[in-house]
Nanobody
Framework: QVQLVESGGGLVQAGGSLRLSCAAS????????MGWFRQAPGKEREFVAA????????YYADSVKGRFTISGDNAKNTVYLQMNSLKPEDTAVYYC???????????????WGQGTQVTVSS
């Protein structure tokens, strides 16, 4: 079992920044990929970014490239999502999730956090 706990969401004005954290615990040794997804009301859950712990390779959705940065702290089993130049369309519940191999679809991710709300006002 793997437990994921997100934090860091909130309300910010357009152009502002937020940093989300996702702390992982439990049997994480085989979970090579940590990803962030988001879901806005009435929309499907979509991929935002992911990181491969062992290869330290990162992946981003086109919509956030150049604005968001994913990073990880192996010692703390924590992944961060630094979000800059936020836009109203970034408003969503943000979830972290983990899987063994990278995918930009939510299906292969078998452990999920509870989600944290990010609201960007115009």
């Amino acid at each position: 079992q793997v437990q994921l706990v997100e934090s860091g969401g909130g309300l910010v004005q357009a152009g502002g920044s937020l940093r989300l954290s996702c702390a992982a615990s439990g049997r994480t040794f085989s979970r090579h990929i940590m990803g962030w997804f988001r879901q806005a009301p009435g929309k499907e859950r979509e991929f935002v970014a992911a990181i491969n712990w062992s290869a330290y390779r990162t992946y981003y959705a086109d919509s956030v490239k150049g604005r968001f940065t994913i990073s990880g702290d192996n010692a703390k089993n924590t992944v961060y999502l630094q979000m800059n130049s936020l836009k109203p369309e970034d408003t969503a519940v943000y979830y972290c999730a983990t899987t063994a191999r990278f995918s930009d679809n939510p299906g292969p991710y078998d452990y999920w956090g509870q989600g944290t709300q990010v609201t960007v006002s115009s």
